[in-house]
T-cell receptor, first 114, second 111 residues
């Protein structure tokens, strides 16, 4: 069975600092990996996805993530945090996107301090 | 174009009542998913539709939960005899390929 572990339920960074949100997955087949962001009282918005092409994936709002098979990781980074980045971030995995449900991590709440 | 819409946005009900939650997927999306988001549990899969068929209902927590989809479009999630532990945000997503597009959710509160 697939699973996703997000290290740190809450991460706090200063404005302008590096954002690093950790995600490790387990999957018996080559995975498809996703990062979603959820702003208060809103649905989930896709930040980026890995679908077995380039291992470094660039997404919206300056975020990127690197797929590392040897570490079974897909950490999300952003060089410089903005106040508007404060939200809940979810990592998810699927082995057959479109035909199977996503398995989500528990989420990481990002706070940005001025 | 229009995204996934859900109604109502908020629902407060009394324990033991039935509720219906509606999802309007993006036009043309063949697959539709229901998830539940609750404190401490994260996002849990409930049921998946491909067209009007539900090949995977494995996430439905009890027989009080049911869902249907008609015309390959609108889906309704029904919870019978609601319990306090059913309080959560119910999210719907649709997809035609890789990415799942999520609606804003319905926040259900069972008193």
């Amino acid at each position: 069975a697939q699973s996703v572990t997000q290290l740190g339920s809450h991460v706090s960074v200063s404005e302008g600092a590096l954002v690093l949100l950790r995600c490790n997955y387990s999957s018996s087949v080559p995975p498809y990996l996703f990062w979603y962001v959820q702003y208060p009282n809103q649905g989930l918005q896709l930040l980026l996805k890995y679908t077995s092409a380039a291992t470094l994936v660039k997404g919206i709002n300056g975020f990127e993530a690197e797929f590392k098979k040897s570490e079974t990781s897909f950490h999300l980074t952003k060089p410089s945090a903005h106040m508007s980045d404060a939200a809940e971030y979810f990592c998810a995995v699927s082995d057959q996107p479109g035909n199977t449900p996503l398995v989500f991590g528990k989420g990481t709440r990002l706070s940005v301090i001025a | 174009g229009a995204g996934v819409s859900q109604s109502p946005s908020n629902k407060v009900t009394e324990k033991g009542k039935d509720v219906e939650l509606r999802c309007d997927p993006i036009s043309g999306h063949t697959a539709l998913y229901w998830y539940r988001q609750s404190l401490g549990q994260g996002l849990e899969f409930l049921i998946y539709f491909q067209g009007n068929s539900a090949p995977d209902k494995s996430g439905l927590p009890s027989d009080r939960f049911s869902a249907e989809r008609t015309g390959g479009s609108v889906s309704t999630l029904t919870i019978q005899r609601t319990q306090q532990e059913d309080s959560a945000v119910y999210l719907c997503a649709s997809t035609s390929a890789v990415e799942q597009f999520f609606g804003p959710g319905t926040r259900l509160t069972v008193l």
